[in-house]
Each structure stands twice: as C-alpha cells, then as structure tokens.
C-alpha cells in the first residue's frame, strides 16, 4: 500500500506556502513554529527533496515546491468540498432526491411555490443525471425514474404517467393548424432525439408508404428540441413533462392532428426501511398526492 504523508503536514505546508513564512503559519493553525518547521522537514522527507528556500526572516518555495503547493492546495479543497457535499446527511430537514432533469425542469421547478408552502422548513437535494439501481438510505432518500426498482428493499409506486405530443412554435402551429395528418409532417422539418431516431413508432410505416419527411436537428438531449420548436425551426416530439413550461407559457403549441403516444411511466421510489428523517415522509407524500390528484 502506497505511504501517504500526514494531514497535518500538508495542512503545516499548504499555510506556510501562503504565507511565506513558517511563524505566520504557525500563529493560523494555532502551533509552535518548530512544530511547524518539524511537519515540514517530515514532507520533504516523504518527497525526497526540499520545498523550500530561506529568505530573509521567510521562505520562499522551490521549484518542485511550487508544483507539489498546487497539489495539495487542490486536494484540501476537494476535502472540503467533499465535507459539504454529505452536510445534507447529518441534516434532518433535508431530502435527497434523484430524478431526470426532465423531471427536475418539467414536473418539480414549476411545483416548487407549493413546495415551499406544503413544506417550509424543508431543503431538497437534488440529483440529476445519475441511474440508481438502489436505495440504501445513506446515499438517496427518494428516486423518480421510468426503471423501476423492483425488490424487497425499495417501495416503488406510480407517480404519474407519461405521453409524447408534437409540439412546434406558435407561428408554425398557426401555419400548420389546417393541414391534415400525416401531410402536416412534409410541411416542417422534425426535430429528432437520438435515443428516439423513429420520432414516432408509426412513423416508419408512414414512409414506407411514401410519406417522405425530413430532419432540421438531430439532439441527445430532448430540452433542444423544445428550445428548436420555440425557435420555429420545425416539429419536436417529446414527452408532456419535458415540453411542460413552454407549453404553459405559451412559448410552444400541440400539433393536434398529429397522434401522441404513450411512454413509459414515471415510479416514485423510497427505502422499505423507515425513512431516514420524517422529511423523507413529508416529501414523499406531498408528491404522490400531486401524482394522484394529477396536479
């Protein structure tokens, strides 16, 4: 196993380097200058070279000095950092949830007025972008996902269920209202999600009919389509929850004519153990009443 030097050496040389000077360092971190001088002399040891050079009544960094002071001013402050990054842990009042950023941006940003009035004294966590594959209360207290977590571990109920529509912006819905289906699709180009090349499961079977379509933009992430839509640049299919404010706003419109489809549902997931705080159970139920109520 690889020897590492001792924190309070890299705390003795990190101050010392700011400071220049090894009584300054001494008086911040509440020791003797010898103490210092002493948790010097062990690093340079460890490093097999000097670090420092006198000057004066200070010191000054070598070379490889001024090298190593980046390193280990860059891994104190991953450690702090990494101490702020589990506060919510030790906070009974906070909830750490994970979920899509379609979920965050569509269904949980415009809900969080109620959330802050159901739940005043409450602070959400939350974590986008990452799969989990399971709950063990120390890491996540609740899950949003399409992929349910199905074992005697986790409690996994429907939160609410999930379509895809058309939308496009408002100029083109007004140019487009009165074309039937599926001629409305040879009147703009699609706006495609990668993961979802077809646009629609039907649509294949349209073009294979001599339906010819065509493409404006190609994305991985469905939020473009919605932003291209607001920018007039053609048809996005996408689902309720990601086309969710534009939609309210007004700054995009449904494609009546054109068939939505069914995707997959959205499970509110949780521990089967008793929760970490009764924060987890406020949060829990507020939003499988919403779920239900379909607010």
């Keep these: 196993m690889r020897r590492l030097p ?76 990494g101490r702020d990054r589990i506060e919510p842990y030790g906070n009974p009042d906070s909830v750490i949830l994970v979920c899509a950023p379609q979920f965050a941006s569509g269904w949980l940003m415009p809900r969080m007025r109620a959330f802050s009035e159901a739940l005043p004294n409450l602070e959400i966590w939350l974590v986008t972008g990452e799969e989990v594959n399971e709950i063990d209360r120390v890491d996540v207290d609740l899950v949003v996902s399409e992929k349910e977590i199905r074992t005697p571990e986790v409690v996994c109920e429907l939160l609410l269920e999930e379509e895809a529509l058309a939308i496009c912006g408002p100029s083109t819905a007004r140019r487009l209202r009165s074309v039937p289906f599926p001629e409305v699709l040879t009147q703009a180009p699609l706006l495609v999600h990668e993961a979802h090349a077809d646009w629609a499961p039907w649509l294949p079977e349209l073009r294979r009919g001599g339906l010819r379509t065509r493409r404006a933009m190609t994305v991985s992430d469905p939020r473009f389509l919605v932003a291209a839509a607001e920018q007039e640049a053609g048809i996005a299919m996408v ?43 406020a949060v829990y139920a507020w939003m499988m009443k919403l779920g239900r109520n379909g607010a």
Excluded: C, N
């Design 239 to 281: 689902s309720r929850l990601t086309a969710g404010e534009a939609l309210t706003s007004g700054r995009v419109e449904i494609l009546p004519q054109v068939p939505g489809f069914a995707l997959a549902p959205l499970w509110l997931m949780r521990s089967a153990q008793p929760a970490r705080s009764a924060a987890v159970d």
């Design 6 to 81: 001792p924190l309070q050496a890299l705390l003795a040389f990190d101050a010392a380097a700011r400071l220049g000077s090894f009584t300054r360092a001494a008086q911040e971190l509440a020791l003797t200058q010898s103490a210092i001088s002493h948790q010097i002399l062990q690093l340079e040891e460890w490093t097999g070279q000097p670090l420092f050079r006198r000057i004066g009544r200070g010191v000054a960094l070598t070379a490889a000095g001024v090298l190593y002071a980046q390193t280990v001013a860059t891994a104190l402050a991953t450690l702090a950092d």
